[in-house]
Nanobody, 127 residues
């Protein structure tokens, strides 16, 4: 198993940038594909981006393409989410997750593919 801790959230103004970090421990980090999700008040958890074990492949939700970049540094057991040109609608709790399911009947955007989650970090964007 793997333990995940997010950091880097905060209160920013529209147009600002943030880089979120997710530090992993307790297992072999490089054995997991990783993803970022977010959840706004009253809404379902939303897929944002995922990255393969080696970092060679990434996939983004259409809603955030061009503004968000996922990356990982396996030597530091850390996955990152660079967020640029933030908007008020980006306000949410941001979670990282480790992909553990190999069930190909579920897409990589499904929460059911991920068993290990961080506690989340709050991002608030003011207008």
């Amino acid at each position: 198993q793997v333990q995940l801790v997010e950091s880097g959230g905060g209160l920013v103004q529209a147009g600002d940038s943030l880089r979120l970090s997710c530090a992993a421990s307790g297992s072999t980090f490089s054995s997991y594909g990783m993803a970022w999700f977010r959840q706004a008040p009253g809404k379902e958890r939303e897929f944002l981006a995922t990255i393969s074990r080696t970092g060679s492949t990434t996939y983004y939700a259409d809603s955030v393409k061009g503004r968000l970049t996922i990356s990982r540094d396996n030597t530091k057991n850390t996955v990152y989410l660079q967020m640029n040109t933030l908007k008020p609608e980006d306000t949410a709790i941001y979670y990282c997750a480790a992909r553990t399911s190999t069930d190909i009947r579920e897409t990589l955007t499904s929460t059911r593919r991920y068993s290990f989650w961080g506690q989340g970090t709050q991002v608030t964007v003011s207008s």
